[in-house]
């Protein structure tokens, strides 16, 4: 068996999807990340191999598959784009992106635990929450350090243990059971907030003492990943919040509370402010990599040390790390003064109308055709068009591939670069991912330098799509 070199433990805080009762807690979901434990099955564990990413293990109220299962294993890739290979993943998000990802999946890997009819087709079935997850919301795992015993101690235990669900949304709920995971490793590591979360075991509380924890062990190389939410025509989520932070924030909340219990309003705000704040994009940038925890270690010596050198070069370092990840200013900025001069160059050279059309990208490309995905979970387009099909590929390894159409290509990510840049922090990409996809939009623009001009008198029903909101403007 080869077993990777390195391993990791991570509590997952998904953010709140602001639907049903999380459009009054505001609370999110929480699951567990694994860098060297992966799915023999989606309810067994064994210790990955060789080229594999890790996974993640999660329970919701119900799986909704054959067996009333209390967790289910899956692949990261699988978890957090829909593909075993981030290189394929989408660069778009929407519901039927999700689905169809969803089904490959369900087939691929869980035909034998979902045979029945409200598995194979409910909605509500929340094994479908593990696939493609970014596609609904931004994720941020907070991470540490493991031994290959540790892995192993817990793989024994969990496969040893009965499946079974017994999900209780105050006292047996997500975040008691990401508290049962990390505590088997960790004791006492994660914990409840009673007092902001009024009495609950919730995602932000579980995360926040985490962390807090990790800081504690500097040798846990303590670091936070953060993956954004795929642009596209699915509504943006929004982030965690504890009990009295919701009511702190939330007038839906804060309103009957002033009419009807006003004595607890100042206690509740005092109990926020005091003892519940927790940021998650700040964590972010605080322990942005395993590097950035080493240098953090290196510079609490330094100043014990009352050494000015070395403390100074370290700041420094620190810095750098820091901003390799998630950006300056100054680099945010330049990006969206390139990439408005992007824009106004394909206005003119009539590859999209307008710029208002790159808030209409998505919408009208999700209606216009046939959602084909491949064997690998590679994304197509397919419409129909005088008996031909104009295709564009929608995931990253296919979107300027031979036989997606450029134009439309080019134009989908335009709109996909514009979203990430006026997202806010929470919601955008983090650098490196960031210049990953600048790169591919600074390789359509080039393609579509040479193409554009061949490309009068083609017509296809995409491309009238694309263009039809010219004569309204």
Known sequence: MCVPARADVGVVLNESLDTSVARITGSGHTAVYFS??????PVKLRLCGAGELGSVMSNYT??????????????L???????????????????????????????????????????????????????AATISRSIYMFVVST????????????????????????????ATFARRVINTYFPNAAKPDYLNDFGMTTPKAIAR??????????????????????????????ECRAGTEQLYHSKKLLVPMLIFADYGVPVAAASYVLTGRFNPERELEKHPSEQAAAIAEDLKKAKAARD???????????????????????E?????????????????????PDRDYLN???????????????????????????????????????????????????????????????????????????????????AGRSMNGTSVANASGVSTSVRATLNSRSANH
């Open 332 to 352: 945010w900025k330049n990006y969206r003064a390139a990439f408005d001069s992007m824009t106004l160059e394909a206005v003119r050279d009539e590859i999209i």
């Open 36 to 41: 060297r434990i992966c799915p023999e099955t």
């Open 62 to 75: 119900t799986l909704g598959e054959d067996e009333p299962f209390e967790w289910n294993i899956v692949p």
């Open 209 to 238: 003492t985490f962390a807090h924890y990790a800081e504690r062990h500097p040798e846990s190389n303590f670091r936070v990943l953060h993956f954004a939410q795929l642009p596209g025509t699915v509504k943006r989520s929004s």
């Open 360 to 442: 209409h990208v998505f919408k009208d490309l999700d209606k216009a055709g046939t959602l084909i995905p491949d064997a690998n979970g590679v994304l197509w387009l397919e419409v129909p068009e005088d008996g031909k099909i104009t295709r564009v590929g929608l995931s990253a390894s296919n979107v300027l591939a031979s036989g997606s159409d450029q134009r439309i290509a080019y134009a989908l990510l335009l709109a996909r670069t514009e979203r990430v840049l006026k997202s806010p922090k929470h919601s955008r990409e983090i650098l490196p991912e960031f210049q990953q996809n600048w790169s591919l939009l600074q």
């Open 147 to 174: 031994t290959v015993e540790e892995d192993l101690e817990l793989i024994a235990e969990f496969n040893a243990l009965p499946n079974v669900n017994h999900f209780n949304g105050v006292t047996r709920n997500c």
């Open 77 to 131: 890739g699988i978890y957090l784009y829909g593909v075993e290979d981030l290189r394929n993943r989408p660069l778009i998000g929407s519901w039927r992106v999700k689905r169809a990802l969803e089904e490959r999946y369900r087939e691929k890997y869980l035909s034998e635990y979902c045979a029945r009819r409200f598995c194979r087709t409910s909605n509500s079935a929340e094994w479908r929450e593990m696939v």
């Open 308 to 330: 000015p050198a070395r403390t100074g070069q370290l700041k420094k370092l620190e810095t750098q790390e820091r901003e390799q990840v998630v950006g300056t200013q100054e």
